[in-house]
């Protein structure tokens, strides 16, 4: 008896556990790494975060629902834009591009406005 009661108890925290991981992603659109810049736009913000070897972008929609244009692009120094576009409800991206000892140049974009954040984490 006592073994069931266990059991169902495990059960029950080991989904908690897995329950509560998307909703961590969704947070921050799927980045890895740590907020480190905030560019916001009319009824949106870009997120920058950026881990060891990484930067990410995410231009999330500040009321989500309705489909709007949003865009979100990174390009490192010395290399090409990494973008996402389209009509999205929630957010556009992740985009992620290598950046160890790089800096790098985010843009993003909404129906009503654009944001750039000019060469950051130099």
């Known amino acids: 008896m006592s073994l069931g009661v266990f059991g169902a108890a495990l059960w029950l925290a080991v989904g908690g556990v897995?329950?509560?991981a998307p909703r961590a992603a969704a947070a921050t659109g799927g980045c890895p790494g740590e907020l480190v810049r905030t560019l916001p736009l009319p009824?949106?913000?870009?997120?920058?975060?950026k881990s060891r070897t990484q930067v990410c972008a995410v231009n999330v929609a500040l009321s989500p629902g309705e489909r709007r244009h949003l865009s979100v692009s990174v390009q490192p120094r010395g290399g090409v834009p990494v973008g996402d576009a389209g009509q999205f409800t929630r957010y556009a991206g992740p985009v992620i591009v290598g950046a160890i000892n790089r800096c790098v140049y985010v843009r993003g974009s909404v129906a009503a406005g654009s944001v750039e954040s000019g060469w950051i984490l130099c």
């Open 18 to 20: 897995f329950a509560a």
């Open 43 to 49: 009824g949106a913000e870009v997120r920058v975060y």
